[in-house]
């Protein structure tokens, strides 16, 4: 079996998430039938609700259970007239508002906060009511960390509605949502082990949120559809497994390896080595080779990687996130290894050994 540091695409399910769905096995599961079999759904459901809840610091009926984190942000945005968002957003947020603002980034990567302040300082006073700032937390392309607490107080000052895109951060970082000034955040359990078709929206309770989708009144009438119990019984379980102890310890495994990495090929370049990242994420620019050749030539020394974003198609575009960090030239030679709960430190020296190898012959 190849080695697997591909987590920021997808976690591969854990344990425990199987096992606790196994519960389901037989059980109709409706939870808006009022019979015994309703009840128990309600009942799984409710504790999911709690545990997830419990983690990111709010109230269960806060949370609003989606099909993922690409409906939690197309939710929380289509309740908006204008967005403003980063140029490195994930495309689950970009697609979803094609008239929006877009701010640029600054070399490291991180939103820039002086071209926010001037956006919000210069919306007319009618249209702030109906607008949003979507940051997202991390990126999934570089693991690097926005400074969030500065853009919610940038949209505090100027009583702007604030989202952010939590996909990543969730399990790496620990989350106290009330704290956080934000208004809207989006998850999706697949990014941590749990099943994939299953993620959340919390939603301030201050602040109301319309249904994208019409029908029964599921979800306190905001998510329309009888609930994936599966995916919400396998979203808790998935939960009450994150380590964040665990995860940070990976942060120095993956440095040790960046360093060898860069010793053994000195044109090779982190990104974002200066400023805050996650701790499971490296990507690494490869002036020499194409990063579709380098994943291809890791797929075959046994190592799943994977380069910019990868399409619907399985093709591989150059990144607009490293595009975005005025790196034009580096779009289409950055690899990204990114690793979680099954990753052990001879992955990360497997794999350096691995990239020294192919790219000396370079
Ligand atoms: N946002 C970010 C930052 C992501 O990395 C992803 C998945 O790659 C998504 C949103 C979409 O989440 P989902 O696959 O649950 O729709």
Same mark, same amino acid.
């Given at each position: 079996?190849? @080695?697997?540091?591909?987590?920021?695409? &997808?976690?591969?399910?854990?344990?425990?998430?199987?096992?606790?769905?196994?519960?389901?096995?037989? $059980?109709? *599961?409706?939870?808006?039938?009022?019979?015994?079999?309703?009840?128990?759904? +309600?009942? $799984? =459901?409710?504790?999911? +609700?709690? *545990? @997830?809840?419990?983690?990111?610091?709010?109230?269960?009926?806060?949370? =609003?259970? !989606?099909?993922?984190? &690409?409906?939690s942000n197309n939710m929380v945005i289509a309740n908006f007239d204008q967005v403003i968002t980063s140029a490195v957003e994930h495309d689950a947020v970009l697609a979803a508002c094609p008239g929006a603002m877009i701010l640029p980034v600054n070399k490291e990567g991180q939103i820039c906060l002086e071209a926010l302040d001037r956006r919000l300082?210069?919306?007319?006073?009618? @249209?702030?009511?109906? !607008? $949003?700032?979507? =940051?997202?937390? *991390?990126?999934?392309?570089t693991g690097i960390i926005h400074p969030l607490g500065d853009v919610v107080r940038l949209c505090k000052h100027h009583q702007i509605a604030c989202h952010s895109d939590m996909v990543q951060f969730l399990g790496k970082s620990p989350i106290d949502l009330h704290a956080s000034g934000l208004d809207f955040a989006s998850f999706s359990a697949h990014k941590i082990g749990g099943p994939s078709g299953i993620g959340a929206l919390w939603c301030h309770p201050g602040r109301h949120l319309t249904s994208l989708l019409s029908g029964g009144g599921q979800e306190r009438g905001r998510r329309a559809g009888t609930e994936n119990i599966i995916g919400i019984h396998g979203f808790g379980a998935a939960v009450k497994r994150l380590d964040i102890d665990a995860m940070n310890a990976i942060s120095s495994w993956r440095d040790n390896a960046e360093a060898l990495i860069c010793e053994g090929c000195p044109d090779i370049?982190? =990104?974002?080595?200066?400023?805050?990242?996650?701790?499971? &994420?490296s990507a690494l620019y490869l002036p020499k080779i194409e990063a579709q050749t380098a994943v291809m030539?890791?797929?075959? *020394?046994?190592?799943?990687?994977?380069?910019?974003a990868a399409c619907s198609s399985g093709k591989l575009k150059p990144s607009h996130v490293i595009a975005a960090m005025g790196r034009g030239e580096a779009a289409a030679h950055v690899i990204r290894i990114s690793a979680g709960w099954k990753t052990e430190e001879s992955d990360f020296l497997g794999v350096a050994r691995a990239i020294i190898e192919f790219y000396k012959h370079y």
């Open positions: 079996m190849p @080695i697997y540091l591909d987590y920021n695409a &997808t976690a591969p399910l854990r344990h425990e998430v199987v096992e606790s769905v196994l519960l389901l096995d037989g $059980l109709p *599961a409706n939870p808006s039938s009022v019979h015994y079999f309703g009840r128990q759904a +309600r009942f $799984l =459901i409710d504790e999911a +609700r709690l *545990a @997830i809840a419990h983690s990111l610091g709010v109230s269960p009926h806060e949370l =609003i259970f !989606t099909s993922g984190g &690409t409906e300082s210069a919306l007319p006073e009618d @249209i702030r009511p109906r !607008t $949003l700032v979507s =940051i997202m937390a *991390a990126n999934n392309e370049e982190v =990104i974002g080595s200066d400023v805050a990242r996650l701790a499971n &994420t030539k890791l797929d075959l *020394a046994g190592f799943a990687v994977s380069a910019g």
